[in-house]
């Protein structure tokens, strides 16, 4: 318990100093600029937490009893978010509202779990006079703290999160469209101010600068006021080292997690986090200036990231997303049958057209686009089914390759493309590592979230050398088909992490570098046809994949008996078939029946499993 007793001896000394600079009036005035509307949840929610915790205090609750827990805060906010409809109007932060929204107002912020920068003591009650205060939900200190012995250490959650990996536009919602379109045109009005002003600010400065007293400071050796606030500017330029290359292009958000198991939130996992926003520089700052006298609130040295780059939130709520909620309509819990026939046609025509014409191609696609890890028994990720599309050329990609990727973007949320070459390998990030000089999770390009498309193009591979790099590249690739793994670099030992992305392999001859587990050499009959798509019926077709892939399956006794009367049959018919194949059949069985909105494997579909696989197998000859 010595920290525990150093810390608080840290916090009483800074918390003498501050007294000291701090009148009473001065904390009148603070004091009432917070408290703001009683209860105003979106524009001023520290407001409503601390009169939440007055009220708790007033009823006789002992401080002692939060450590922990909630005092009612969050069950306000989850009213008024859930029950009053508010969270509509709560902004989502991003790269174009993180311009105008206000530091200590209601966000939220949408993105994977990148890495956890594990745990932070703050002093979350204290006792000021006879008054008790909290610094929950803040990054500093809002009233000096006294020389009061009743002070609570509690501890808090560091998440770094960044928008999902290849996270398609159309995943925008409605309002954050809106919001979005807001905020340009509040940008376009402030750079006409700021336009106006800068030429008025012109014309002040060459009238200055010709002025005789300027002059007579010339001569003098003196530096005219002008040149020297530019040379402060460039003084003042921010350090961004600890942001990389890839987050400099989007906004993530360092997320501060309160009251919550560690079994509740996992690495690359994609949540909705509802908070208050902060932006305050100060934290890093004056950290020189504060030593000691820190309030125990400036962050870990090793976890500094720049505020202007990485904003903070403070979760009052988090909720775990899927596929669903990236959707402008919500799927229904039951699809009903008529509609799903209709919608699964259409959709099959369409990938049928993209692919030439190529009706069991577009057939497999459509089983491959369904596909899950629903189970895991031993080291086999049951529900997988990685495709394979042969005889592509480096000519015939650029016209099914892109038709093909540009569908896929269209129907998935998150995807991405790999143009796997030599070079690409021997040089690439794959793996996440994690580097301790930074104590940050490194990310890799295969760092996705569950429910993600990945598409390998291998047309541009050709005859060369593999490095160490590139050879361990190629096992990474390998095993993240294989098993649904992904192995971590931490240095001092690699760790698996279970994972959950549809792979498409574009070749020309059957991939040995990711071997996938259904390969079918693309055979059109007409050049890949561009058709503009309805919105209404992208949106049908999006439901549709969330929809089926998401329901449960099962076979019914009978039907058990028939398939593995079929199995053993297919067996001794090729000796060559082994215990991988006879489970690729069954999963595409279960997607055929899933296709069509059914959670049980009926014969008529099973049958035409056995067709269509008989079929790619001829084809394969």
Known sequence: MIWRENLLLHIKLAATASAS??????????????????????????GAVRLTFEKAIASGADPASFDGKDWGAVDLFRQFLFEDGALSHV??????????????????FRGMIQDMLGNEFYAGAYKDGSVWRTNKFMDVCQYPMGSSPDIRIWERRLLYCIPVPGQNSWTESLSEVAMNKTSQQREKRQR????????????LVDE??????????????????????????????????????????SLPCLVKIYDCPESELKLNEVFEFVGVLTLDSDVMADKDDQDESSYGFIEDELVHLPPEKVPRLHCLIHRKLDVNDFLHSSPMMEPKPRLVKETR????????????????????????????????????????????????????????????????????PFTQCIPLTVNYLNTASLAPKKD?????????????????????????????TLNSTGVENARLLKNLMEFQKVEYNFEYYKMEMIADVQMLILSEGKSNIVPADLVIPLQPSSAASFEVVPAETLEAWRWYLASVRSLPHSIESDMQRVVESDLVAARQADRSLGGQDLSRLLTMGRLMSASFGETSLSLEHWQMVKELERLRRERLK
Not at 91 to 108: E, F, G, H, S
Not at 221 to 238: F, L, M, N, R
Not at 356 to 384: E, F, P, Y
Request: charged content about 20%; aromatic content about 4%; proline content about 4%.
């Open 345 to 412: 046609e259409s959709l099959l025509r369409h990938l049928t057209s993209i692919l030439g014409n190529d009706g069991i191609a577009a057939h497999l696609m459509l089983l491959h686009l369904l596909s899950r890890v629903h189970a895991r028994i031993d080291n086999v990720a049951v529900g997988k089914l990685s495709l394979n599309l042969t005889c592509l050329s480096k000519e015939s990609v650029s016209v099914f390759g892109n038709q093909i990727r540009l569908s896929v973007q269209n129907l998935l």
């Open 192 to 203: 006409m101010e700021d336009d106006a002003s800068n030429h008025m600010d012109l014309v």
């Open 91 to 108: 902004p989502i932060l991003n790269p174009t509202t993180i311009k105008w929204v206000q530091p200590n107002t209601l966000v939220r």
């Open 436 to 464: 301790y000089q930074t104590n940050r999770l490194i990310p890799g390009v295969l760092q996705l979230a569950d429910g993600s498309h990945l598409i390998i193009d291998e047309t541009q591979l050709e005859t060369g």
């Open 208 to 249: 200055f600068e010709s002025s005789p007293s300027v002059k007579k400071m010339r001569e003098n050796g003196h530096a005219s006021p002008s040149s020297q606030s530019k040379d402060s500017v460039i003084e003042g330029t921010s350090n961004t080292n600890f942001v990389t290359n890839a987050e400099r292009n």
């Open 21 to 46: 600079l701090n009148s009473q009036s001065e904390r009148k005035e603070r004091e009432s600029e917070m408290v703001g509307p009683k209860y105003d949840c979106l524009a001023n929610p520290l």
